[in-house]
């Protein structure tokens, strides 16, 4: 086993740059000022956020002057969406309405959410099942009082993009302010604020540092955004807070170098990303998510039909990547942008996302590609779809016992299969759909009933939870495990 995973999941981060790395390690060693200060030190501080706002600006087609740097994509999200509704005189955001995607990033939907809160009426548009969104029925979705529009460019888990100039048009005829979270686009697609109202980028999905942001506001809609952050006066009255130098030369190069290498990105996570789709489409039951050309280059989501997705991730531990397991997530739930695309509980759950980057390697998409094929074999090998696998007992004369529990639809499924002869047991084998603690338990069991008697103690549920190391809230399943053996045994 490697020690360090393939990393195939730019889309939550990417590495630093490293020329990156060293451009900002020269201006923490530089002695520099604080940029507002007006003396040597301090002006020299400026100087050098002044050139990364130019960076900036210019990878999207904007000036300098319409760049607020923030601390990364979810507080440019939230200045936008807030800082553009708050600002607006009270009689408009009475009757105001904000709409957003179903399928935004939580950066979106968390502040919509609070203007909900606050008594705005939202709407939370599902997009068609490829995650794009139609001009038409954006057309349809808007209201005499949407203050707003708010939107993801490219998904940050299936890679779908949107066709923002289609997006933009109808806005812009409507009068209808318009917000796009580019985080995922930067660097991949073309991007140009033109018919944009704000646009808001993060530094470390292209290369650049954590921690460093940007949101484009329009020199129209600079005078009635209202700050969230207030203080000192910083970025023109927009977000205060002391400009962290350093940060921003660095998101200034990443910019930079994201603009020069683009074209030449896109081409390598373009055909990496065709070359391992490529090496898992043959499957049976692996369904791609999302559309499968209105995509940025580098995001690859699959669901797998039939596996159970906790120990599909489980079984791969090589990989560094991302799943809409409900293990992944801090809800609690299978990834709620699938399941808006329509896909079901256990294909939410059993999906991956694999997000390439600049340093990704064909090598690294092979170990990948292996990888999951591996596991599927193995873990399809215990699918309940399969007959018992019990043909080579009877062949033997043994007599054969079974005990099922379980509904794949809950979460978990298992079948215990029993050989025996005479008093004793032979030989047992498991079929099982279910979270790597129940496949352990299974397992763990199977290997233990050999040579004992129908009323051999075996153990109870409780001892079983605590031999596979699964948490109190897996006993449900160590139950199931109880049930299939007594089932089995029944028949003795
Ligand atoms: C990563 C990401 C964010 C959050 O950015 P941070 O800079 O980490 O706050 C927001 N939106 C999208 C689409 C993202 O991919």
Redesign the pocket.
């Known amino acids: 086993m490697t020690a360090t995973p393939v990393y195939l999941d730019h ?3 990417t590495p630093v740059d490293s020329r990156v790395v060293a451009a900002m390690a020269e201006v923490l060693s530089a002695g520099l000022g604080n940029p507002a200060s007006t003396h040597p030190p301090g002006r020299a501080a400026a100087a050098r956020v002044a050139h990364a706002r130019e960076q900036v600006g210019a990878l999207i087609g904007a000036a300098a002057a319409d760049i607020v740097f923030t ?7 939230a200045l936008a969406i807030l800082g553009h509704v708050r600002g607006q005189p009270a009689e408009r955001r009475s009757k105001g309405h904000v709409l957003a995607l179903a399928t ?5 939907l968390g502040p919509v959410q609070r203007l909900a809160d606050e008594g705005l009426a939202v709407t939370r548009l599902v997009p068609a099942r490829d995650g794009v969104l139609s001009a038409d029925a954006l057309a349809a979705a808007l209201r005499p009082g949407t203050l707003l529009v708010s939107l ?5 888990e299936t890679g779908v993009a949107q066709d923002l100039p289609a997006l933009a048009a109808v806005c812009r005829e409507r009068g209808v302010a318009l917000h796009v ?1 580019a ?2 686009s930067a660097g991949k697609l073309p991007l140009d604020v033109q018919g944009i109202d704000y646009l ?1 980028l ?4 292209f290369g650049g540092p ?2 460093v ?1 940007a949101l484009y506001v329009a020199p129209a809609r600079r005078v009635t955004l209202q700050a969230q952050q207030v203080g000192g006066g910083q970025e023109r009255g927009l977000r205060a807070g002391t400009l962290p130098t350093h940060q921003i030369v660095g998101m200034g190069l990443a910019c930079e170098l994201a603009r020069s290498g683009r074209e030449a990105l896109a081409a390598h996570l373009e055909s990496l990303r065709q070359r391992l789709w490529q090496g898992l489409a043959d499957l049976p039951g692996v369904l791609l998510n999302g559309h499968a050309l209105q995509r940025a280059p580098g995001i690859l989501n699959l669901s797998f039909e039939d596996v159970e997705g906790e120990s599909l991730l489980a079984g791969l531990p090589e990989l560094a990547v991302a799943t809409g397991s409900a293990c992944n997530s801090s809800s609690g739930e299978p990834s709620y942008v699938l399941r808006a695309l329509g896909r079901d509980t256990q294909l939410a759950q059993a999906s991956l996302r694999m997000s390439l980057g600049a340093g990704s390697t064909e090598q690294e998409v092979d170990t990948a590609i292996a990888a999951v094929r591996r596991e599927l074999t193995r873990l399809r090998a215990l699918s309940p779809r399969l007959p018992p696998p019990v043909a080579d007992w009877q062949a033997q004369g043994w007599r054969v016992l079974q005990g099922e529990a379980g509904a794949r639809r809950l979460g978990t499924w298992l079948r215990l299969l029993l050989a025996v002869e005479g008093d004793r047991v032979v030989a047992a084998r498991f079929q099982a759909y279910g979270c790597p603690h129940t496949l352990a338990a299974c397992r763990a069991l199977v290997g233990a009933l050999p040579g004992q008697g129908p009323s051999t103690p075996r153990g109870s549920p409780a001892d079983w939870l605590a031999q596979s190391g699964a948490p109190t809230d897996k006993l449900g399943r160590m139950l199931l495990l109880e049930d299939a053996l007594q089932a089995a045994l029944s028949a003795w």
């Open positions: 889309a939550a981060t601390s990364g994509a979810t507080e440019a999200n935004d990033h939580k950066a979106i993801v460019h490219v998904n940050s979270d985080a995922q808001s993060t530094a470390h999905k954590q921690g942001g």
